[in-house]
């Protein structure tokens, strides 16, 4: 049962849908909705909802705004790395890709808000227009004056900006200060929450009862040290498909029982994590086109040059070192095919799974993939750095040596695969393993 959601101006079958997908964030969704108003009266200037990672926030949000039919742009601030990414999709969200096309090169703000209020003179909003933005928390990083403007962007039009972040407001305020936005917390799932969720996607094998107790099983046993509902998602996903007919209890606990104890060493530790499975779950479904893999839409997508260094990376983690030079230096002479491969180096490098290795050995092999496609030195280690950001890549410490960081790849081979395609990089033929 759901509760109802209600607010006049809105169609009341809409309001139903949302409500049916926004289970045990009715109060939140409600409030959002008295917020934001009917559709065409202004909304608060800017609203800035914090919880934790999968408290169901860009959830809440996305069922929102398409449910309702409401104009909107949602922006991760992971993938617009300049503030001129986010301008350009602003404008081309609400007003179409002439008026993005009018930016000039490397836009300022003043250009953008110039170019903004010109397009709403030509197509005033005739209902509140939303801007989302995800991630918010990497906005501390941008251009000073990026996130005032943004909070008070209403003044232009009809507009409301809504700030998705995982840090609460008072770590995130500008001590310039600046215009507050409305602040709504998304507390955590409780443990009947979560079970009220995920007994939503049953299984048709199953009867719901079943599935339920199941999901009561599973809860029972990963509740105390996981509460993340993509985790969870992931666990119950992946253990259920290997059980067999429900009326056989016995069998049916002998087969997930070891899947259990498998995924509780592991909840933490995965090669990949649930978040890259999810995008890697969206891949595959997009894998029709010519790009297999990676679309310019998935939320996985990385800047160009992150790519390399991602490929780059994993090579130095599952390539030996002493294979650099017979992959990657143009003229390296004879080395005997003999002496290159090692006969009693029988061990495959993937199944030890992925090496440290030092910032020099990276960069050489990337500057070294990336050839003739001049790299840009000064951004490699802001990117390096997102890439640990997104745990693609893991800096492991060394006590003894602060001054000289290692890292660790931290993706799987179908994924470093799907990343090399959309840039043309053909990945086996430089992994030691596969020759
Ligand atoms: N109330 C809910 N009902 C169904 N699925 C949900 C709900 N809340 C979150 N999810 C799902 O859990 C995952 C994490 O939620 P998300 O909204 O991305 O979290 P956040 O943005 O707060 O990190 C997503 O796959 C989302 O679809
Ligand atoms: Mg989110």
Request: proline share 5%; net charge neutral; glycine share 2%.
């Amino acid at each position: 049962m759901t509760s109802l959601l209600e607010q006049p101006g809105y169609d009341e079958e809409k309001l139903q849908m949302v409500a049916e997908q926004l289970l045990c964030r009715e109060d939140q969704a409600g409030l959002l909705l008295s917020l934001m108003g009917q559709p065409q009266q202004y909304c608060y200037p800017s609203i800035f909802i914090y919880g934790h990672q999968a408290s169901g926030k860009s959830h809440v949000m996305h069922v929102m705004l398409k449910e309702l039919e409401l104009p909107h742009a949602i922006i991760s601030c992971v993938e617009c790395v300049s503030s001129s990414l986010l301008f350009e999709l602003v404008l081309f969200s609400f007003f179409g890709s002439e008026a993005s096309s009018l930016l000039p090169r490397s836009p300022s703000l003043s250009d953008f808000v110039r170019i903004y209020r010109q397009q709403c003179l030509q197509a005033p909003a005739t209902q509140t227009r939303y801007i989302v933005m995800e991630k918010a928390e990497l906005l501390r990083d941008a251009d000073a004056n990026l996130l005032p403007a943004l909070l008070r962007l209403q003044e232009l039009d009809n507009v409301s900006v809504i700030l998705l972040s995982e840090i609460s407001w008072d770590k995130f305020r500008p001590n310039t200060g600046c215009f507050e936005p409305l602040l709504l917390h998304f507390p955590d799932y409780s443990k009947g929450d979560l079970h009220q969720i995920l007994s939503q996607d049953s299984h048709p094998k199953y009867s719901d009862d079943f599935y339920s107790s199941y999901i009561n099983i599973l809860l029972g046993v990963f509740y105390t040290v996981c509460r993340d509902l993509r985790e969870l998602r992931h666990l119950v996903r992946h253990t259920h498909t290997h059980t067999v007919k429900e009326t056989d209890t016995h069998k049916l606990w002998r087969n997930i029982e070891p899947h259990l104890k498998k995924a509780m060493q592991t909840v933490y530790l995965r090669e990949v994590s649930s978040v890259q499975w999810e995008q890697m779950q969206q891949m595959e479904e997009k894998e029709a086109g010519a790009l297999r893999g990676l679309s310019a839409h998935t939320h996985v997508e990385l800047p160009y040059y992150s790519k390399f260094l991602l490929v780059a990376a994993y090579l130095a983690s599952y390539n030996p070192a002493r294979t650099d030079r017979r992959f990657f230096l143009k003229h390296h002479g004879k080395i005997k095919k003999t002496n290159f491969l090692k006969k009693n180096e029988k061990t495959s490098n993937h199944l030890l799974g992925p090496k440290p290795f030092p910032l020099d050995r990276l960069l050489a092999i990337f500057y070294s993939v990336v050839d003739s496609r001049v790299a840009p030195t000064a951004s490699i280690f802001s990117q390096i750095s997102s890439l640990v950001t997104l745990q693609l890549l893991t800096q492991v410490s060394h006590d003894d040596q602060l001054d000289a960081p290692k890292y660790k790849c931290a993706v799987s081979l179908d994924f470093i695969c799907a990343i090399s395609r959309t840039v043309n990089f053909e990945i086996v033929k430089y992994l030691y393993d596969f020759l």
